[in-house]
């Protein structure tokens, strides 16, 4: 009967557990949240935030109380019964992610009968008292409820996985101390206040006759004989040991307990247990009997032989099935369900909080264009590239301009030789008067020809590198050329802010030529917030027979860039 209760038992368990494990499992707490942490450990989040320390702060985790109930047995001197149950109350925290605490409150009430008769019980003050004859065969039996407290390790393994962010089970395993107390009683009287001697006499004769004995075959029957004697009053305190100290005036012992266990998760605040516990109290009297008979069980009615004490301590288990519940709040779940790896994953997956360093491309001739770009990669150090790392030729000359001598050389005076400079052949209609002006002649006239345009970066006045490099060219044409008056001419006058950053451009064009290339002021034409033009654009024309100042003061001083 005790082993199909368990078959059921376990079965059911394990169709509950198999309905646990499909429930669906939410996401880890986010190691960034300051929420969860307490105030302890806050300093160790700030550094962990601040990328100088590399663990996370542990969070704030809920506790979980639990409610367990199932079968409750001892193992002892008399053979136990069908468990009648036990139930238990725990409260468990986890001090880490493998080890947690658990105090758990208990209670367990079960039954024992031996459907083999026992002569050798003088010694035993709960049969010896009760007014049977010496000799008289008698079947031990007893009730027994327990009440324990104990302070539970318990260790699990099962949430470190490194394939997987989390399971919907989690096995483990405890060990603990604490201490009980326990009542056991016998049914040894019937009712009235008689004993059952001629009861236990009568089934004894009716067995002890047959070939089979007590032996196995014949156990069902003579427990069936058994259960219409007595009457399950269990009225007698079975023996007590008298040097154990009372609490609330029942036998206390310390106990030490061992177990393991299955919890399938239902979802973040429920989940379902299967448990086994098996404690271990230092008595020999839960079951009422601590005296072993010498011989054998059918020793013969009339027999007084001397039993001896048994050495071995009872035990008792508790086979249960439970739900937990987490509480708490601004707290992540027990740590024993989350996955200490699963932020190093995800960060590593995907990185949100990860410091990580700058990329450094290879750049093999420095040109400011990574090798894997660049379409010339040995370009000579401080030779002005395109965003193709190609040496720039900024008149198309074939020349490239860190060769150039001649950066603007026009398309007429082309090809160029080896340092980039053009030969400009004149018109023949006109070789006698470019000698001429060569020479001082005509005055007003002027034979220059094309000369650059500057590209300013919006708002600035500031030129760049190129610019000045065009500058340059164009200052040995001025200079080439002694009578030509140079108009600097600057674009855009819709309002006073472009009315002086024009100014700016042209002041800035002119000073260079005048500061940096020795050029006279005097040859050049100050023209600026004209029309036609592009506003980042300052050109560069033959002004000789153009009217215009040297000079021009500032329109809107308050406005000058870089002030």
């Keep these: 009967m005790a082993s199909k209760k368990y078959v059921s038992f376990l079965s059911l368990s394990f169709l509950l557990a198999s309905a646990a494990s499909h429930a669906q499992l939410g996401g880890s707490y986010d190691v960034q949240d300051s929420s969860v942490i307490p105030s302890k450990r806050l300093p160790q989040h700030t550094e962990f935030m601040a990328n100088n320390y590399p663990y996370p702060a542990k969070p704030r985790n809920q506790w979980e109380i639990g409610l367990q109930a199932g079968a409750f047995t001892i193992s002892g001197d008399v053979r136990n019964r069908t468990p009648i149950g036990g139930v238990a109350l725990h409260v468990r925290k986890a001090l880490g992610y493998v080890f947690s605490l658990r105090g758990q409150l208990g209670f367990g009430t079960t039954k024992g009968l031996n459907f083999q008769p026992s002569t050798q019980w003088s010694k035993n003050p709960a049969w010896s008292k009760t007014g049977y004859a010496p000799g008289t065969p008698v079947f031990y039996n007893y009730k027994t409820n327990i009440y324990d407290l104990s302070l539970q390790g318990v260790v699990t393994l099962s949430n470190i996985r490194f394939h997987k962010s989390k399971s919907s089970f989690n096995v483990y395993a405890f060990a603990g101390l604490g201490g009980m107390i326990y009542n056991t009683k016998i049914d040894a009287k019937k009712g009235d206040g008689t004993t059952y001697a001629t009861d ?157 360093p700058k990329p450094v491309l290879d750049d093999a001739d420095g040109d400011g264009v990574t090798d894997q770009f660049d379409q010339e990669p040995n370009t000579p150090a401080g030779a002005p590239v395109d965003t193709h790392g190609v040496s720039r030729d900024t008149d198309g000359d074939g020349v490239p301009d860190y060769k150039d001598k001649e950066l603007n050389t026009p398309t007429q005076c082309q090809p160029v030789d080896a340092d980039g400079i053009g030969k400009c052949p004149p018109p023949a209609c006109c070789d006698s008067l470019m000698e001429i002006i060569k020479k001082g002649g005509i005055k007003g006239e002027c034979g220059i020809g094309d000369l650059p345009s500057v590209t300013f970066k ?48 042209v002041n800035a064009v002119i000073s260079y030529l005048v500061d940096k290339e020795g050029i006279n002021a005097d040859r050049f034409i100050f023209k600026y917030g004209e029309t036609g033009g592009d506003c980042n654009t300052v050109d560069l024309r033959d002004g000789t027979n153009e009217e215009g100042p040297t000079t021009v003061p500032a329109p809107h001083p308050n406005l000058r860039r870089g002030r």
């Design 458 to 505: 919006p708002k600035s006045i500031t030129l760049s590198n190129d610019a000045k490099a065009l500058l340059a060219s164009a200052a040995q044409k001025i200079k080439d050329n002694p009578n030509c008056k140079i108009a600097v001419i600057g674009y855009c006058s819709s309002s006073k802010s472009e009315q002086q950053l024009s100014w700016d451009r």
């Design 200 to 356: 236990f006499q009568n089934i004894y004769n009716k067995y002890a006759a047959t070939a089979d004995g007590f032996g196995y075959k014949n156990r069902k029957d003579i427990k069936k004989d058994l259960k219409d004697a007595l009457d399950g009053k269990y009225e007698t305190e079975a023996e007590t040991d008298a040097s154990q100290p009372k609490l609330f005036k029942k036998p206390f012992r310390f106990i030490a307990n061992v177990g393991a266990g299955v919890q399938f998760k239902i979802n973040k605040k429920f989940s379902f247990a299967v448990e086994d516990k098996l404690t271990i109290p230092k008595t020999d009297l839960l079951d009422g009997q601590q005296w072993q008979e010498n011989g054998v069980a059918t020793s013969v009615p009339g027999s007084t032989g001397a039993p001896a004490q048994t050495r071995d301590f009872d035990t008792y288990n508790f086979l249960s099935v439970g739900l937990n519940m987490a509480i708490g709040n601004k707290a992540v779940e027990p740590l024993w369900w989350l996955n200490p790896l699963d932020y190093a994953y995800n960060e590593v997956n995907k990185p949100r909080h990860m410091k990580l």
